[in-house]
């Protein structure tokens, strides 16, 4: 989602300002300027149905474990 990738971003960017050079991983469909980018490869973890609107969160959990993620 472009938003999220702009709000990382500006997060990111407020975090340097302080002086915090620790490093940042990002992994989605677009990337996270100066963040290490890892293309999304799992279930979208986005639902949006009559039913049901919101984050799956256990879709993300298991790619990022993967990834060796902590």
């Avoid at 340097?16 to 992994?27: E, L």
């Avoid at 990337?31 to 999304?40: N, Q």
């Avoid at 149905?49 to 990834?67: C, D, E, I, M």
Wanted: aromatic share 8%; hydrophobic share 45%.
């Amino acid at each position: 989602m472009l938003y999220s990738a702009i709000a990382a971003t500006e997060s990111l960017v407020s975090i340097r300002k302080q002086g915090i050079t620790i490093p940042a991983v990002s992994t989605g469909t677009r990337e996270v300027r100066g963040a290490t980018f890892i293309p999304w490869e799992g279930l979208d973890p986005w639902v949006d149905t009559q039913t049901r609107q919101g984050y799956l969160a256990g879709r993300v959990k298991p790619f990022l474990l993967a990834l060796g993620v902590h």
